[in-house]
């Protein structure tokens, strides 16, 4: 019976004994993994870094020295990326970078800046009917190499843009939309290569194809396609993760 009472004793000791409880710690958050945020301007200058050195420096065998920038349809994204880049590149060399406005007819309104019909590049120097954007960028007006709102023939604009490389060692020619004008199919045949311009959730994947075909039935050679207008659903972390 002693031992009966010994066992039930023991028993009563273990249930009123205190066992120790553990203790989960919080997971240990980093401040800069606290701090990060999406910063889209960030973002899109490194990408148009890494675009101007695709473009200009792929190889040391082939230099690029002029590119036409064009749309699909009638955005204006081409027009900004075209200005974009050279304000990249431009800071990046000694020589002088010119911006030529093909797309708005007759004018500068595309980009902002205000220009008079003048002369021919054969008739007259083309500095004179530049205007300084900054630094060594310069943006030349679109009356000077076309008639009304076309380009003028093949024959006429290569001398013409042969003048142009007499002055300055980058053309980056803003063009219009390749979906809707034939002329600009035929003037990348006169230039290094061609970036196309597509609008996010605007341009059609149809008419991007048809795009990309003409370029190549042209000859032209694509130099990259460009996005713009890009949503980012998703934090900056996950994507340089993909």
């Keep these: 019976m002693s031992r009966n009472f010994e066992l039930l004793e023991q028993i009563e000791n273990t249930k009123n004994r205190k066992l120790p409880v553990p203790i989960s710690t919080p997971p240990v958050v980093s401040a800069k993994s606290a701090s990060t945020v999406f910063d889209q301007n960030a973002f899109a200058q490194e990408e148009m870094t890494k675009l101007v050195q695709r473009i200009f420096w792929p190889s040391a065998e082939r230099k690029t020295r002029s590119v036409v920038f064009c749309g699909v349809d009638d955005s204006k994204g081409s027009s900004s990326l075209c200005l974009n880049v050279g304000r990249e590149l431009a800071p990046r060399i000694s020589d002088k ?114 795009a990309k075909e003409t370029l190549e039935g042209a000859g032209a050679r694509l130099l990259g396609v460009v996005l713009n207008n890009r949503t980012f659903p998703i934090p900056d972390v996950l994507y340089r993760k993909l």
Aim: net charge negative; aromatic share 6%; proline share 5%.
């Design 97 to 210: 970078v010119c911006v030529l406005n093909l797309r708005d007819g007759s004018s500068d309104e595309g980009h902002g800046i205000s220009s008079e019909p003048s002369a021919r590049f054969r008739d007259d120097d083309p500095m004179r009917h530049a205007r300084r954007v900054e630094g060594n960028l310069w943006m030349v007006s679109p009356g000077l190499v076309c008639n009304g709102n076309g380009l003028p023939a093949l024959s006429t604009l290569r001398p013409q843009l042969d003048e142009l490389f007499r002055v300055f060692s980058y053309v980056l020619i803003d063009a219009r939309p390749i979906g809707l004008y034939a002329d600009t199919a035929l003037l990348t045949q006169l230039a290094d290569g061609v970036v196309l311009s597509v609008e996010a959730n605007s341009t059609r994947r149809t008419a991007a194809k048809m």
